[in-house]
């Protein structure tokens, strides 16, 4: 799924007057659960606004210091390639 494929998602939530987050779209998104386990190409299905490294990089003003802790953050939940992993 595509940011483009989720925004029906998104756009009926707000139709229908819930609150666009992530809570909520995953809940609607995954009734059954989410998949296991979570994976990056799971979260970048996710529309852009609800992707969970998206969520912090304006707090980070150095394009550096975002990508070295994002990785980190990504590193840490298992979701970061392994290639990436081993140049570290």
Known sequence: ???EEARPLVDWMRRH????TRENYLALAYPEGLP???TMEHE???PAEL???RRVR???ADEKEFVKFR???LAEKGL???ARRRKR
């Open 1 to 3: 799924m595509t940011d």
């Open 44 to 46: 970048m299905e996710l």
């Open 80 to 82: 970061l390639p392994i």
């Open 17 to 20: 007057d819930i609150p666009v």
């Open 36 to 38: 296991r386990p979570w």
């Open 58 to 60: 304006p707090l980070f």
């Open 51 to 53: 992707q969970l490294w």
């Open 71 to 73: 990785d980190s953050f």
